[in-house]
T-cell receptor
Framework: EAGVAQSPRYKIIEKRQSVAFWCNPI?????LYWYQQILGQGPKLLIQ????????DSQLPKDRFSAERLKGVDSTLKIQPAKLEDSAVYLC????????????FGPGTRLTVT | GNSVTQMEGPVTLSEEAFLTINCTYT??????LFWYVQYPGEGLQLLLK?????DKGSNKGFEATYRKETTSFHLEKGSVQVSDSAVYFC??????????FGPGTRLSVLP
């Protein structure tokens, strides 16, 4: 079974630029999560999708961050414009509807904003 | 709100030493408790979990027991290997709510 795929693995941009991350969850997993992991901290949930609907985006900075999952499969997270404090690893995870306590994580995208 | 506290790292041990990484939590109700491991350059992987008081989760020689009286879920391994070097995250989850992760504890095992 293929795992959660993410791209790119690394990205370096200047502040005020925009960036987009892509995630493809495990086949059949209806629930998809985006986390932000700042160096030295645990992952913090940004947004949770169930199929193509948003379940929770209470911690997403909506003035600059946006995410979509148009067909209920893969997802894109965008930052526009980026700030220095957005430097972090962005993790995507997925789970089935009935086993939301078992999340499978992708390798993450390491973003550096200079 | 819900929160997880872990012992600060890094923890450095010699191969075959005994490992304990402390984890305590604050939560209403009865959360499920988890340990995730993150190897260099990889995403988090579920290591073990326990869903109710006194349950013991175990995997790959690691164990943790859900202690409701002390609100703890300490991770232990009797004999660590170099390949266990990683960052370990304690986490909790209540049904219908989101995961809350601790800050992580980096473990380095020296040959």
């Amino acid at each position: 079974e293929a795992g959660v795929a993410q791209s790119p693995r690394y990205k370096i941009i200047e502040k005020r630029q925009s960036v987009a991350f892509w995630c493809n969850p495990i086949s059949g997993h209806a629930t998809l999560y985006w986390y932000q992991q700042i160096l030295g901290q645990g992952p913090k949930l940004l947004i949770q999708f169930q199929n193509n609907g948003v379940v929770d985006d209470s911690q997403l900075p909506k003035d600059r961050f946006s995410a979509e999952r148009l067909k209920g499969v893969d997802s894109t997270l965008k930052i526009q414009p980026a700030k220095l404090e957005d430097s972090a690893v962005y993790l995507c995870a997925s789970s089935t509807l009935v086993r939301i306590d078992e999340q499978y994580f992708g390798p993450g995208t390491r973003l550096t904003v200079t | 709100g819900n929160s997880v506290t872990q012992m600060e790292g890094p923890v450095t041990l010699s191969e075959e030493a005994f490992l304990t990484i402390n984890c305590t939590y604050t939560a209403t109700g009865y959360p499920s408790l988890f340990w995730y491991v993150q190897y260099p350059g990889e995403g988090l992987q579920l290591l073990l979990k326990a869903t109710k008081a006194d349950d013991k989760g175990s995997n790959k020689g690691f164990e943790a027991t859900y202690r409701k009286e002390t609100t703890s879920f300490h991770l232990e391994k009797g004999s660590v290997q170099v390949s266990d070097s990683a960052v370990y995250f304690c986490a909790l989850n209540r049904y219908g709510q989101n995961f809350v992760f601790g800050p992580g504890t980096r473990l380095s095992v020296l040959p």
